[in-house]
């Protein structure tokens, strides 16, 4: 199993195919594990690394304050022991926020970024309405993990797609289980993503940026990306309709269609 020793951790990651690199960057307490379905989509012709972020998976799980710009600093670190000098950024939900802050850290380590149902933070994003947000407090309040995520599954995605596509859903749910985060690594993730703000610095990124979202996301209003690509200069915004947060998995087909002419196009070769 690859390891590479990052600032003050020691993070786990795979690396699978050839060409361009690509790193995708998970959501709020799962590890690498949840994006394995993209490993026959980037493969022909990118170099796709995926990694434990810390205080998941396989990697270190310090029980101290994280910030988003330590997991980004983790990232480049990482591309410094796999011997990559650039990279595609492809982040999902707090991914994407990680992948914010490697962009405009790191610009000219930044191929392009691709910024999945995320937000920029602070004061000037747009929160759930109570509701929502009680719901999402209570579903990871839960102590028994397998019903918290099913519970979650079901605040991201419809009703109709988790029914009829159960092989899916439970090819997931295990996959969100195969290396569980314990509740300091998911607290401390919580942290960093209520602590992090690039809403005055998006104008600074100089990447290609592909912004994309559902419109009915519960868990970050779609309004966040609106508003985040029309502060990115040259941002390409993309809205999958009758969507929510877990629009990358219930229209997988349509979004790595987007994603990939998106790379295509912003290609170095």
């Known amino acids: 199993m690859p390891y590479a020793k990052v600032n003050d951790i020691t993070l786990y990651y795979e690396i699978h195919g050839e060409g361009e690199p690509i790193i995708l960057i998970n959501g709020l307490g799962t ?12 493969t022909n012709e990118y170099k796709a690394v995926f990694l434990d972020t810390r205080g ?14 330590m997991m980004a600093d ?38 392009s970024l691709i910024l999945a149902c995320t937000s920029f933070g602070g004061p000037h994003a747009i929160q759930q309405n109570d509701e929502d947000m009680n719901e999402e407090a209570d579903t990871e309040s839960n102590t028994n993990e397998k019903e918290m995520w099913k519970a979650l599954l079901r605040l991201t995605m419809s009703d109709k797609f988790i029914n009829e596509n159960p092989g899916i859903i439970n090819e997931f749910i295990a996959s969100l289980m195969e ?36 419109d009915i996301d519960r868990l970050t209003p779609v309004e966040n990306a609106k508003i985040m690509a029309s ?14 947060h877990g629009f990358w998995i219930e229209a997988f087909d349509e979004t790595n269609r987007v994603i990939l002419d998106f790379l295509k196009r912003h290609s170095q070769k």
């Open 56 to 69: 998941t998976g396989r990697s270190d799980k310090p029980d101290i304050p994280y910030t988003m710009e």
């Open 179 to 214: 290396y569980p985060t314990p509740p300091h690594g998911f607290l401390r993730q919580r942290q960093a993503i209520e602590n992090h703000d690039t809403y005055d610095r998006l104008p600074e990124v100089i990447t290609p940026t592909l912004v994309i979202h559902g």
């Open 74 to 111: 983790d990232i480049e670190g990482l591309l410094d022991c796999v011997g990559i000098q650039a990279a595609h950024i492809y982040g999902i939900s707090m991914g994407g926020i990680v992948a914010q802050h490697f962009g405009l850290r790191y610009p000219t380590r930044t191929l």
């Open 31 to 42: 590890s690498s594990t949840s994006l394995l379905r993209y490993i026959p989509i980037f």
């Open 231 to 244: 502060r990115i200069p040259n941002a390409e915004l993309v809205i999958f309709d009758n969507m929510g």
